[in-house]
């Protein structure tokens, strides 16, 4: 059965470091893997996903995603953080033997300091 | 500008009472789906359909029911609310014939039952 693994449930950093939200999943097919963010008082937002091809996948304000098929992980990544980015962010899984529904994990808040 | 809408945000209501969670789309997409999300867990599918007269019951088990009579719209009805009810419900979709298709969210509903 697949499911997925956030290890980090929060994760304070400072106003432009660096931060990687961790993710691992089980899954014994092929899959396809997404990151969503949620901004407070709102629902989520697809950040970005993984179908196939590169490993390397990126989002449009910086974050980026390795798939990682060994390790089965789908850590995220910015090399620089803004007050912005203060959000939850799930790391979701989809594959053919859940039917393709979405499982998600418990989420990561993410809080950039000043 | 949202393309899927929920109503209401917010609702405090007493046990007992009959509730209907509204979720509406103008994308054209087939499928929907409702999801349970509660503070540092993972959301929770409890329905989904993948057109108009089809719905299924999530992984999650839930009392309450859903309709999918027009394509756009997938109401949520708990017939007796109680205080377990008392959640976030995150109602979304996705386009047919991708099995990789993302979810676009609502706002979600903050039920909360006295």
């Known amino acids: 059965a697949q499911s997925v693994t956030q290890l980090d449930s929060q994760v304070p950093v400072f106003e432009e470091a660096p931060v990687e939200l961790r993710c691992n999943y089980s899954s014994s097919v092929s899959v396809y893997l997404f990151w969503y963010v949620q901004y407070p008082n709102q629902g989520l937002q697809l950040l970005l996903k993984y179908l196939s091809g590169s490993t390397l996948v990126k989002s449009i304000n910086g974050f980026e995603a390795e798939f990682n098929k060994s390790q089965t992980s789908f850590h995220l990544r910015k090399p620089s953080v803004h007050i912005s980015d203060t959000a939850e962010y799930f790391c979701a899984v989809s594959d053919r033997s859940g039917g393709f529904k979405t499982i998600f994990g418990a989420g990561t808040r993410l809080f950039v300091k000043a | 500008e949202a393309d899927i809408y929920q109503t209401p945000r917010y609702l405090v209501i007493g046990t007992g009472k009959k509730i209907t969670l509204e979720c509406s789309q103008t994308m054209g997409h087939d499928k929907m789906y409702w999801y349970q999300q509660d503070p540092g867990m993972e959301l929770h599918l409890i329905h989904y359909s993948y057109g108009v007269n089809s719905t299924e019951k999530g992984d999650l088990s839930s009392e309450s029911t859903v309709s999918r009579i027009r394509t756009e719209h997938f109401p949520l009805t708990l017939e007796s609310a109680r205080p377990s009810h008392t959640s976030q419900y995150l109602c979304?979709?996705?386009?047919?014939?991708?099995?990789?298709?993302?979810?676009?969210f609502g706002n979600g509903t903050r039920l909360t039952v006295t």
């Open positions: 979304a979709s996705s386009e047919r014939g991708r099995e990789y298709s993302p979810l676009h």
